[in-house]
């Protein structure tokens, strides 16, 4: 459940560019040869990770563990990631899943939607407790039309939203944000969906939309919400980040601070992003003010 503080008065700073990037297609890439051995104590097992890995965000790798010893148990983590708990050892991301969060056996598959280097560590376990650990890499990259917010503070609700020049209407059944994670369900492909894999609510995010096969000569309009401070009484800085294809091409910050409930906590519209059939992106500042309150731009559609 979302709770209403009172919220303090703002500071706000502002940032935007215009970039326009070649769309790069990749495909999953694994490498086959052996990552280094890890030397073990006297008597201890020893263990071998698999060599780092390459995937698309939010498609799975898998990780093996090659160990010697007497009844070996295998238990994989995270050591090194871009944002906290955006992971999964699991064939798809799933935010709910937070079991995933770590992984037992040899051989484990690892996703994350979120874009950049994971260090993934192993470590077993024989039959007397001795242990021995190993670790490799994971990049996951870019891929289509992917957003990434997160910001400063803790404790603080800060929101991701899209719409598009099809239907530029802001928390409407058009908009796709917390309230709508999904929104082009009934009319699009879903290579060509819209969709928020995050929600974060407890601060500094990441939340990630994303669009795997953006359409063409379409504007994805790309906003951000204060929806609540919790009664922090700093400016909490938004963080936008644009990715087109494996490019990272913009990157925005901004600001916020609300004074009252979240319909009047300001909206910041971030720009807009289009894909051109030549397979160039372009990444737009909005057009007018881009900081309202929310109430002044629910339901309304965007010049």
Do not use: K
């Not at 290579?191 to 601060?203: I, K, S």
């Amino acid at each position: 459940m979302r709770i209403i503080p009172a919220l303090v008065a703002s500071s706000l700073l502002a940032c935007s560019s215009q970039v326009a990037i070649r769309q790069v297609t990749t495909t999953t890439v694994q490498v086959v040869a052996a990552a280094p051995l890890v030397a073990a104590t006297d008597g201890a097992p020893t263990v071998r990770c698999s060599a780092p890995a390459r995937a698309l965000a939010g498609t799975p790798v898998r990780l093996r563990a090659d160990a010697a010893g007497e009844g070996i148990r295998t238990r994989w983590t995270v050591t090194q990631s871009p944002q906290a708990r955006y992971y999964r050892f699991s064939e798809r991301f799933d935010a709910n899943d937070s079991d995933s969060i770590v992984a037992t056996g040899a051989e484990v598959p690892f996703t994350s939607v979120i874009v950049g280097d994971y260090t993934v560590r192993a470590e077993v376990r024989d039959r007397e407790g001795r242990t021995a650990a190993c670790e490799t890499q994971v990049t996951m990259a870019g891929h289509g039309l992917r957003v990434e917010l997160s910001w400063n503070t803790g404790n603080t609700d800060v929101d991701l939203h899209m719409v598009t020049r099809r239907d530029p209407r802001w928390v409407t059944p058009a908009d796709c944000y917390y309230a709508n994670r999904t929104p082009d369900t009934a009319t699009l492909d879903e290579p060509q969906r819209r969709w928020l894999d995050t929600d974060d609510t407890d601060g500094e995010g990441p939340e990630n939309i994303r669009v795997d096969v953006p359409a063409l000569d379409t504007d994805y309009q790309v906003g951000v919400h204060y929806y609540s401070s919790h009664g922090q009484p700093n400016p909490t800085t938004a963080i936008v980040v644009i990715y087109c294809g494996e490019q990272r091409v913009a990157r925005f910050e901004r600001d916020l601070v609300g004074q009252q409930s979240p319909n009047d906590n300001p909206f910041w519209r971030v720009g807009s992003v289009r894909f051109n059939p030549d397979g160039t992106c372009a990444v737009t500042p909005p057009r007018g003010p881009d900081l309202t309150p929310q109430s002044g731009i629910a339901g309304v559609p965007t010049p």
